[in-house]
Each structure stands twice: as structure tokens, then as C-alpha cells.
């Protein structure tokens, strides 16, 4: 199962964080190589943070990003920060404004492509799944076990991936998007509330040959865009914006927007770390209750008035195939990938 999260100080249950919040905050330069040096994971594209921090064992490195190391792990020059403040700077626009800033000047220097979120298998997996579970919607089937279906219908899927509009949200330097276009998936775009970021995606694209890629510039908690897609991606963004430090305000306004942005019986995949795959699918349960005591509210002079209980997502599936390892009796995984139903 896709399943366990731990408590901190017994887990090494999170991985890399992107981002998705609000700009404005200022994060000191001390402060913002702390927040890398505890969350960065090994990149085959290459990166511009330290080499033994981008060498060590992954493990090592969703361990330290769940329990932040000592004080003595860090230079006496550095201010000692608990694993809330480090959270918290990994919500922050002008955290990922000056990473991408970084990462631009590495691409211009070196033609590295940055880090992957999660990592290039998980990449993979989740661009794979998720052409697989498109592939079965769009033959009239809502899929138990897509894990399962054939390689043979590879070539096949093609003709129907072409159709799909697919947006994702946090793109970052935007690697999922190319691997999309690479198994099919034509009409995409993808959006970052960094414009370091778009930069760097941009530029990345027109390198690889992706000219049919969109990049915006776009905040997801407030977005300007004026169309919906078939295919919402979320690799680590709804992570991020929970680690602001009104997280919870924030994430409320994420599923509000996102219902906005997923064309009715579209899909939404959300890659996450720091949630399991029953916590996300519970927190979409809890927003059916949310919309039933607005309704309510809006209603109360109204007799006969009945509330809507249809929660605007509901589970559709996830990925099984990440490795497992066992804790406690229990099977878990690091990183949950969910697919939702826009009802």
C-alpha cells in the first residue's frame, strides 16, 4: 500500500518539496542554504547545490528533511532553525524565486537542467501511470488496477493522448511536461508562480525540441487562467503551499482553485511526500462536509432547499508500484501519487 506517514522524529517519509504559494516573504541567504542542504535529492540533470549533499544516499536526505539535523550538522556562522522554520521557507515565493535564480545561472553556465523533484524514477512512474489511467478513461473505463494494463497498448494510446489538455500546476523547471510530450500528450501547459522558474522552463523546452509546451507565469491560489483541462498534474506543489505558515488557509484555496481549473470529468494527480494516499483522499472527503455547511448557510432561509453533497473530486485510483519498506508493523511508501475524479 501507498500508505503510513510517520511521526517526525521516527520518519523518513518525505522527499523534495515544489512550490506554490505567496510572494513577498524574505528569506536570508544563510537561511535559504539551510533549507536546501535539508531537502535536496540527488538530480541526474545536475545541480547547483552542494556535491556531497547531492551525492548522499536519498534516504538520508527524506530523513533529514523530516527531522532537521542538530545544530552541531551546521556551521557556528549559521542561526539554528527547528524543522518548522525550515518548513516554512519552503512555502515561500522568495525561497524558490532565489533557487530558480541559482538554478538559471547553473543552465546558462553549465546547461544543467536543475533538480527533479522526487527524482527521475518517480518521474517517470508518475508520467507512465498517468498515460495509462488517460488511456483507460478514454475508452469508457474507470480503471481499478492501472498499474496492470499491457505495454503492448502502448502505440495504441497514442491517438487518444493527443486530445487531452493537461495542466501543470508548480511546473518548476517543467521536466514532467517533457516527459508527457514524450509518451503522446500534446496540448500542454505548464505554470509557476516563480518567473525564475518559467525562465528556466522555457529555455529548457526550446533545448529539448518541446515548442508545443505553454509556460506561464501563474499563481495556482489565485490564477489568472481563463480555460479548464482534462489533466491537472501536481508533483510536490500542495506539499509546498502546506508548509507556508497559513498552510491551512492556503491549501483551502487550492482545492477551491483547482475545482475551477479541472474540466468536469477531467482528472487531478497529485505526487506527494508529505501526505499519504488515505490522508488525500480524506482531506477530499472533508471539503464534500465544508461545501454541505456553506450550502447549509446559504440555504437556512430556504425551506426545501436540499445542499449539495457531492464533493467537487472523488478517488479514482493511485500508483502501487513505489518501493515499499516496513515500520512498525506497517507497510508504507515515501511518496503517494492519487488520482481524483472531477465530479
Not at 122 to 151: R, Y
Not at 163 to 177: A, E, H, P, R, Y
Not at 311 to 331: K, W
Request: contains cysteine; aromatic residues 8%.
Amino acid at each position: 500500500m501507498t500508505g503510513i506517514r510517520l511521526q517526525q522524529e521516527e520518519s523518513a517519509d518525505l522527499t523534495q518539496i515544489r512550490a506554490a504559494g505567496t510572494g513577498g516573504d524574505l528569506v536570508s541567504d544563510d537561511d535559504r542554504s539551510l533549507a536546501a542542504d535539508s531537502w535536496s535529492i540527488k538530480s541526474d540533470y545536475g545541480s547547483t547545490l552542494d556535491d556531497d549533499q547531492r551525492h548522499a544516499d536519498a534516504a538520508e536526505a527524506l530523513s533529514a528533511a523530516a527531522n532537521c539535523r542538530s545544530a552541531s550538522d551546521y556551521s557556528s556562522d549559521k542561526e539554528d532553525l527547528d524543522a518548522e522554520g525550515v518548513a516554512s521557507m519552503l512555502g515561500l515565493q522568495s525561497y524558490w524565486d532565489a533557487a530558480y535564480a541559482d538554478e538559471l545561472t547553473n543552465f546558462h553556465e553549465h546547461g544543467h537542467a536543475g533538480e527533479v523533484w522526487f527524482g527521475d524514477d518517480v518521474m517517470d512512474v508518475i508520467a507512465s501511470w498517468t498515460k495509462s489511467l488517460c488511456f483507460e478513461i478514454s475508452q469508457g473505463c474507470i480503471p481499478n488496477h492501472v498499474d496492470d494494463i499491457k505495454s503492448e497498448t502502448v502505440e495504441e494510446n497514442d491517438k487518444y493522448l493527443s486530445s487531452w489538455s493537461v495542466l501543470d500546476i508548480g511546473t518548476g523547471n517543467g521536466l514532467l511536461l517533457h516527459e508527457l510530450a514524450k509518451l503522446g500528450f500534446s496540448d500542454l501547459t505548464g505554470v509557476d508562480y516563480s518567473e525564475g522558474a518559467v525562465n528556466l522552463a522555457r529555455r529548457l523546452a526550446d533545448r529539448d525540441g518541446f515548442s508545443n509546451i505553454n509556460l506561464l507565469v501563474d499563481d495556482v491560489l489565485e490564477t489568472k487562467l481563463n480555460r479548464q483541462f482534462q489533466l491537472v498534474m501536481d508533483k510536490g506543489t500542495l506539499d509546498a503551499i502546506g508548509l507556508h505558515p497559513d498552510g491551512a488557509i492556503k491549501r483551502t484555496m487550492y482545492w477551491e482553485s483547482v475545482s475551477k481549473l479541472v474540466a468536469l470529468g477531467g482528472i487531478l494527480v497529485i505526487t506527494s511526500c508529505n501526505n499519504t494516499k488515505d490522508e488525500l483522499v480524506q482531506e477530499v472527503e472533508n471539503l464534500k462536509q465544508r461545501r454541505i455547511d456553506v450550502s447549509l448557510v446559504e440555504s437556512e432561509s430556504m425551506k426545501g432547499h436540499e445542499a449539495s453533497r457531492d464533493p467537487p473530486f472523488r478517488y479514482l485510483n493511485h500508483v502501487r508500484t513505489y518501493p515499499t519498506f516496513m515500520f512498525g508493523g506497517s507497510v508504507g511508501s515515501r511518496v503517494a501519487t492519487v488520482a481524483f475524479l472531477r465530479n
